[in-house]
């Protein structure tokens, strides 16, 4: 499986506080986001059916270090 990156433009509150969240609930801003967008994808299929593809949303997919 491939790992991309991804740079988003987000404002420096709004940075400060999803950093507030992700050290409260143990993890870094990179992999909060990550749960944000698993749990998004997730709520979408429950809605409007499976995406095509072979992750499953339910797994914490984390790139291996270098």
């Known amino acids: ?19 507030y969240i992700a050290d409260y609930e143990g993890r870094s801003v ?13 709520a979408f299929e429950a809605a409007n059916g499976v995406i095509e ?3 499953n949303p339910d797994l ?3 790139p291996t270090r270098k």
């Open 1 to 19: 499986m491939a790992i991309k990156s991804v740079s988003i433009r987000i404002e420096e509150e709004m940075l400060n506080k999803i950093a």
């Open 60 to 62: 914490n997919v984390k």
């Open 53 to 55: 593809g072979s992750i």
């Open 30 to 42: 990179n992999s909060q986001v990550l749960v944000l967008i698993r749990e998004n994808i997730k």
